[in-house]
């Protein structure tokens, strides 16, 4: 088979990579949940590219992302619940009918405030609807934090479920109050570690890093950004860990915590 620039090629690989008898074993063995990490991850390598401003790896990874839509709606297809081009025309509704301004005649001179409050309409007429089609159960309650979207990154949809809580009053006015309360998460993961529960534990560290994005909310900073800030800062840690240990003709293997440690406060040093 040929790289081809024809949408419908990529289509007929993923067809083949899902044919029973033919196909690709680890392919053929997949479902929706188990793909649904790698959407996530190649959506972060698409950003990832975006910030290193490397627009060949960009134009790769767009490839990577848009592999994982055609995946799934493939899956989707076996299944008979809807195909790719299901896929493409619902966007190309959504995107014609949430621009009226242009698609459609609206006599001109809009302002982007306009723009805004006729997408925020339109948005919510929609939201209406797939609400309407739901079971009666799941219609019969509509929280405060049913808009907060389930499919976001956890710190994203932690720092927005919380913002949603203070809207009507339920927050702290302090930031000290938040680290009494991560104190007090930290203290219950110790009597956690106490008992060796693992279910247990993981719960409460679940809690503690939900008061540590309640922190970094109440201080006006990003949760997502500051912890890439930290990974960062930690690679180039550990990068001069490896170079100080790479001069002394040595590898990380032969080197005590306590070495790695000294030099990990020497990198410090020198930042």
């Not at 995107?95 to 805004?116: E, Y």
């Not at 956890?154 to 680290?179: C, I, M």
Request: one cysteine or more; aromatic letters at 6%.
């Amino acid at each position: 088979m040929t790289p081809s620039r024809d949408i419908s090629v990529l289509l007929d690989i993923m067809a083949q990579l899902r044919t029973s008898g033919s196909g690709c074993p680890w392919d053929l063995e997949q479902n929706f949940s188990s793909i649904a990490p790698y959407t996530v991850e190649e959506a972060y390598e698409v950003a990832e590219a975006i910030a290193r401003g490397d627009l060949d790896d960009l134009r790769d990874e767009l490839g990577d992302l848009l592999l994982q839509v055609v995946f799934h709606a493939q899956m989707a297809e076996e299944q008979n619940a809807f195909s790719f081009g299901d896929v493409v025309e619902a966007i190309t509704r959504k995107m014609i009918r949430r621009h009226p301004h242009v698609f459609a005649d609206s006599g001109g001179g809009l302002t982007p405030a306009d723009v805004k409050g006729a997408w925020d309409r339109i948005k919510a007429e929609e939201k209406a609807e797939r609400h309407a089609r739901w079971p009666e159960s799941a219609a019969s309650h509509t929280s405060l934090l049913s808009s907060v979207k389930a499919g976001q990154p956890a710190l994203a949809r932690a720092t927005e479920l919380q913002r949603k809580a203070s809207s009507v009053g339920f927050d702290w006015n302090d930031p000290r109050a938040v680290l009494h309360k991560i104190r007090e998460e930290a203290d219950e993961i110790e009597a956690a570690l106490d008992r060796g529960d693992a279910a247990e534990l993981a719960e409460e560290t679940g809690d503690l890093l939900f008061a540590l994005v309640n922190l970094a909310r109440h201080v006006g900073a990003d949760p997502e950004m500051a912890l890439r800030g930290t990974n960062a800062k930690f690679e180039r840690r550990f990068a001069y860990i490896e170079r100080a240990l790479a001069a002394q003709g040595r590898a990380l293997q032969g080197a005590s915590l306590q070495e790695m440690d000294a030099l990990w406060n020497a990198a410090k040093g020198t930042e």
